[in-house]
């Protein structure tokens, strides 16, 4: 059973910079895993925000980036505003036609 | 404008089956991977089943493999989930989602997703 891990929450302040990390059960994450950001608000459908580690689409604000981190995909957002609260998920795909979501963070902005 | 919407959800009991519904537009449906994704109340997203552009590679998760059964009809522009021997716990939100990469499996993710509809599995 392979597991996504992602920091259940995480604080910011506005104009503040914060990283969220995804990890892999199966070892360090690479960019043969096409990391996938994605972001929720309440009682809205997911957005997607980044693709293939570090792609933005072209609606996703230029504050949000995309990287690889001590063998971990990393989400970073710099310059925080307050419409950036909100739960966000990884996705990894792992081969053979399997994709896992991570369990999400909950991004508070404080 | 890229479009997707979900039907065919509802209340079911447990045992029996239902089938989903997702009619795209706004885009080249067939050069496109398509996905389910799921969301049982108060709950992450949970990846359910994915089909290449060309259907030649169709994944699902452990969790629904054996009962779901992912196709698509690339001259109806439609993606569609056969939800057999349900229970309680594939209650949720389903999403249809489109590929990110065009002519790409399902390495791509998800980019555009639909407003979902909701399977309630109870007797």
């Known amino acids: 059973q392979t597991v996504v891990t992602q920091e259940p929450s995480l604080t910011v302040s506005p104009g503040g910079t914060v990283t969220l990390t995804c990890a892999s059960s199966t070892g360090a994450v690479t960019s043969g895993y096409y990391p996938n950001w994605f972001q929720q608000k309440p009682g809205q459908a997911p957005r997607a925000l980044i693709y293939?580690?570090?792609n933005k689409h072209s609606w996703t604000p230029a504050r949000f980036s995309g990287s690889l981190l001590g063998g971990k995909a990393a989400l970073t957002l710099s310059g925080v505003q307050p419409e950036d609260e909100a739960e966000y998920y990884c996705?990894?795909?792992?081969?053979?036609?399997?994709?896992?979501f991570g369990g999400g963070t909950k991004l508070t902005v404080l | 404008e890229v479009q997707l919407v979900e039907s065919g959800g509802g209340l079911v009991q447990p045992g029996r089956s239902l089938r989903l519904s997702c009619a795209a537009s706004?885009?080249?449906?067939?050069?496109?991977?398509m996905h389910w994704v799921r969301q049982a109340p108060g709950k992450g997203l949970e990846w359910v089943s994915g089909?290449?552009?060309?259907?030649?590679?169709?994944g699902y998760a452990d969790s629904v493999k054996g009962r779901f059964t992912i196709s698509r009809d690339n001259a109806k522009n439609s993606l569609y989930l056969q939800m057999n021997s349900l229970r309680a716990e594939d209650t949720a939100l389903y999403y249809c989602a489109k590929g990110a990469l065009r002519h790409y499996d399902m390495e791509g993710g998800m980019d555009v997703w639909g407003q979902g509809t909701t399977v309630t599995v109870s007797s």
């Open positions: 089909i290449s552009w060309n259907s030649g590679s169709i």
């Open positions: 996705l990894l795909y792992y081969g053979g036609a399997q994709l896992v």
């Open positions: 293939s580690t570090s």
């Open positions: 706004g885009f080249t449906f067939d050069d496109y991977a």
